[in-house]
Each structure stands twice: as C-alpha cells, then as structure tokens.
C-alpha cells in the first residue's frame, strides 16, 4: 500500500489542499532545494512559488469527491456520531477508517475537531490482506496524527487566512517527509 493523494477539505466542504503523490517524487535533490528556500524564509510567509504541489488529477479530484459524499453519511448531524469507536482516546477518536473502495484504491478518512476532513487515497497492492492490512491502517492513523499536528502548527501561523487553500513551504517539506515515511522511501 502506499499513498498517492491527499486531501483537506474545509468545514464547509471547501477544498484546502488537494495533492497527488508520484512514485518518483521527494528525492534528495527536492529536498534540497526545499532547504535552500526554507533558509531565504524559515517560516513559509513568501510561498507563492510552490510550483505544481496543488495539482491533482481529475481522477483522484472524482475519488475524493465521491469519498467526500460517503463522509458525510458517516458523519453528518444525522449519524449521531455512531462512526466512533466506543472507548476511543485520543487521534482514535478522530479516526473514520475505509470511507470507499474505488478499483485498486482505498480512500480513508479523518475528521478533527474543527470539522476539518483529511482524506487520503490509497494504492492497495497487497493481495495478503487480514494482518498486513491491519499494519498498515494503524500506520495511516499514526500518518493522520502527524498530518494534524503538521496542520495545527499550519494555523498557528497568526498571518494565516484559515478558509483559504493551504500554501506554506514548511507544510509541503512537513507533509513530504510524513508521505516519504509512509511510503517507505
């Protein structure tokens, strides 16, 4: 399994980041370059050039969108917040799981307590299931807690509009190194 499309929408189902991840992508070269501008602005104010990171193709934008309908089954004012799991603590809590199977791909879902959705899009190439399975879904909610904390930190910026798209070059090297680790690169 691996990771190839990350999305943050917004209370209000507005999009503020939607990523995909190529499989040649955060090389030691990247990040090198990502350091050499985090040294010109250590704390991501002038990020207007961040290149092709809020690209994703109209595929994973349709398997997000679609996600985003089953997540608002699962948690919308009518479920009674039925998709906790009783007795959780913690980033369980904010733990949705499997939203939607579309082909070879499993979306998953997370939603803070600010109502902010992170839903991630992954490839499933392990044909073994049960146990390797389970591995990894508790690696994706250690992935979903680094990812909310790397976007608290986000909007603890005090010069950012918080219902706009996130453009920060501290939270793409953030958000790069947690999918690189995922990803086993």
């Known amino acids: 399994m691996s990771l190839i499309s990350l999305a943050i929408v917004g209370k209000d189902n507005e999009p503020l980041y939607l990523r995909e991840f190529s499989a040649d992508e955060g090389g030691s070269s990247q990040n090198e370059l ?3 501008k985090d040294n010109c602005d250590p704390y991501g104010f002038f990020s207007a050039d961040l290149g092709k990171n809020g690209e994703s193709s109209l595929r994973h934008q349709f398997i997000v969108h679609s996600a985003l309908d089953r997540f608002e089954e ?3 004012p009518s479920s009674g917040n039925r998709w906790r799991s009783p007795g959780a603590t913690g980033s369980d809590v904010m733990w949705v799981g499997l939203l939607c199977p579309v082909e070879d791909l499993r979306v998953y879902g997370y939603l803070t307590n600010t109502n902010i959705k992170f839903m991630c899009v992954i490839e499933d190439r392990d044909e073994a299931g049960g146990q390797n399975q389970q591995m990894r879904e508790a690696e994706l909610r250690s992935f979903f807690a680094n990812l909310h904390e790397l976007y ?4 603890l910026n005090p010069f950012t509009k918080l219902k706009a798209p996130i453009v920060s070059r501290r939270f793409e090297k953030g958000l790069r190194n947690l999918v690189n680790s995922f ?3």
Request: net charge negative.
């Open 34 to 36: 990502l350091e050499e």
């Open 74 to 76: 699962l948690v919308g």
């Open 152 to 155: 608290v930190n986000y909007t």
């Open 183 to 185: 990803n086993g690169k």
